[in-house]
């Protein structure tokens, strides 16, 4: 039997430096383009004691700016469904 992964992205804004690669890897992956404008989740107040992460409506899931966080502030959860 095949079972379908419900994948969740878990968010650790303590950890998170305002470095924003997880935004420019988004809209390359997406768009082919550095260009934050283009991501799909946004990082407020990125220059301050607390950035905030926001994950858009348009993200897919797909995970790639999990994998380039290098901080930790991001992380992937898999449910089987
Ligand atoms: S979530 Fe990770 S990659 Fe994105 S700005 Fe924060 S530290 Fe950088
Ligand atoms: S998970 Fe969402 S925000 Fe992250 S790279 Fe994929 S589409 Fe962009």
Redesign the pocket.
């Given at each position: 039997m095949v079972k379908n992964k419900k994948i969740e992205i878990i968010?650790n804004e303590e950890?998170?430096?305002?470095?924003?690669?997880?935004?420019l890897w988004c809209s390359y992956t997406h768009h082919k383009i550095f260009n934050p404008s283009k991501a799909n989740?946004e990082?407020k107040d990125?220059y301050g004691l607390a950035?905030e992460?926001i994950f858009l409506d348009t993200c897919v899931q797909c995970g790639q700016?999990v994998q380039?966080?290098?901080?930790g502030?991001?992380k992937i959860m898999e449910e089987d469904i």
């Open positions: 968010i950890k998170c430096s305002g470095c924003i690669l997880c935004m989740l990082i990125r950035p992460i700016c380039k966080c290098l901080y502030a991001l």
